[in-house]
């Protein structure tokens, strides 16, 4: 068993198990928190499934969580490691069920003011446009062989079909097309699950949000992204549907009958993996990207409907209802990078888990216009919470293979949350502070209530004092809408 004491303080906000602390572990276990937070964690099995973790075949440096850790399937949410190719392993449990669930953030020209005599109506008119629910399908109906191409196209694909701008891919995640993606390599299921719910919400933690920038912390960073102070914005929060979770369900059943074959032996089976340059996972990896695509269409297509929604409602009535991107990113994914280590360039397989991409000033990857100021990272909070926007830094490129925590981790499981929270009773409370509440069920509602929730402002107050992200802007919401 491994508890918050064998988790040794080496620096302000970072606490570490060394490799010598069990026989099987290949790196050691570092967690970014804050004396609270690291209490927080002894109830669950997010510091033993971290630990697990730095045994998997080819890790390299050290296994990471961030501060938002909670238990998760193999990995805790929050996970990070990194596997040098060509034979350390990819896991589908350092991806997660949900493949590449994100958030996209539009912005406005608005501010608070114009908006909120018309702020019911929109709420409703994005809740009747945008699918929400447990399996519920959307209206974009997909032609033969059309799904292929958009797994393997992302958000070109969208941009074809008259969904996405120029603008939009380009303040997208890897412009929103992750190369490589093979449809063939998704089974029919995934396929069939998949083909109906392109633009559609989903239930759970998924969620749209219209909100407020109530501070703005870095006036350069913000400014270059259009952000600032009193203004709407909106968030997207939701990921590849069905089909990102059968893809998952198909290669865990996979790698479970293949993983003896390259002598892999783990301390938990649900961090069952294969090597990188197996065919196994190759296949994973090729499934994967496709069901990543995937993802990055259904929140553009979503954008689409968010657009839709303010010109229905505000058009004449403002003088300017347009939302542009400030930047969509990915927190369920494993990408391969190369990341200097020891001082030499190593090609890696960076697993990010309930994780967020966070490349600091002078990354190639990132559009030109955030290419000196950092990526922006976007954090959402629980439901009727803060939010906040960071920026990537140079630290995080050195200390956590360019990454950082991507909301604010659950503390209660969805079942206890059910339980112990008047689902009527804090829809009332979220409408009274003026929030305006559209949700298809009650307890679909007390899952996700803040008390379930870490404070996501001491979370991200950990990874901006350890310097692994920085904060630029808060958003404070105004309307929820959700599954």
């Not at 939010?387 to 140079?394: D, E, F, Y």
């Not at 009650?442 to 920085?470: F, M, Q």
């Amino acid at each position: 068993m491994v508890n918050i004491h064998d988790f040794k303080q080496i620096e302000e906000y970072v606490y570490e198990v060394p490799a010598s602390f069990r026989e099987d572990m290949r790196v050691p276990a570092r967690f970014y928190a804050d004396a609270v937070l690291l209490e927080g964690v002894k109830n669950d099995r997010s510091l033993e499934q971290l630990v697990n973790t730095a045994t998997l075949p080819g890790a390299v440096k050290y296994a990471l969580a961030m501060p938002d850790i909670h238990q998760g399937y193999g990995f805790p949410i929050g996970g990070v490691v990194a596997t040098q190719l060509p034979d350390g392993v990819i896991s589908p449990g350092g991806v997660g069920y949900d493949i590449n669930c994100g958030v996209r953030l539009l912005a406005t020209h608005l501010e608070q003011e114009e908006i909120s005599p018309y702020l019911d109506i929109l709420a409703s008119s994005i809740y009747a446009n945008c699918p929400s629910g447990v399996g519920k399908g959307g209206n974009i109906k997909l032609k033969s062989g059309e799904l292929d191409r958009l797994m393997e196209l992302g958000s070109t694909w969208a941009l074809k079909r008259g969904f996405a701008t120029e603008d939009d891919l380009e303040h997208t995640e890897e412009k929103g097309c992750l190369e490589g993606a093979d449809a063939d390599k998704v089974s029919p299921r995934a396929k069939d699950r998949g083909k109906g719910q392109v633009g559609t919400l989903g239930a759970g933690n998924h969620f749209i949000e219209i909100d407020v920038v109530d501070r703005v912390l870095d006036e350069t960073a913000a400014g270059r992204m259009g952000l600032f102070e009193k203004q709407i914005a909106v968030q997207i929060h939701c990921g590849s549907r069905g089909l990102g979770h059968q893809v998952c369900s198909d290669y865990v059943k996979r790698f479970q009958k293949s993983i003896h074959r390259y002598g892999l032996n783990l301390p938990d089976r649900e961090l069952v993996c294969a090597p990188l340059s197996s065919p196994e996972g190759e296949d994973y990896l090729a499934a994967m990207k496709g069901a990543a695509n995937y993802a990055f269409v259904n929140r553009q297509v979503l954008a689409r409907h968010i657009r839709h929604s303010f010109e229905q409602t505000l058009a004449g009535k403002v003088n300017n209802h347009h939302l542009y991107q400030i930047y969509d990113i990915a927190h369920n994914m494993a990408k391969v990078e190369t990341h200097i280590v020891d001082g030499r360039p190593l090609k890696l397989c960076v697993h990010r888990k309930g994780a967020t991409r966070a490349f600091g000033p002078g990354t190639e990857e990132l559009p030109s216009a955030y290419r000196d100021i950092g990526q922006p990272v976007l954090v959402p909070g629980s439901m009727g919470t803060a939010s906040w926007v960071l920026v990537g830094t140079q630290n995080s490129m050195t200390q956590t293979f360019g990454s950082t925590c991507h909301g604010a981790g659950r503390s209660m499981s969805r079942k206890k949350a059910k339980k112990s929270v008047h689902a009527a009773g804090l829809r009332d409370q979220l409408e009274s502070r003026g929030i305006h509440v559209r949700a298809g069920s009650l307890s679909g509602l007390a899952e996700e209530a803040p008390a379930a929730y870490k404070d996501v402002n001491r979370v991200v107050d950990v990874v901006h004092g350890a310097g692994i992200a920085r904060k630029v802007a808060r958003l404070k919401p105004v309307a929820v809408i959700k599954g």
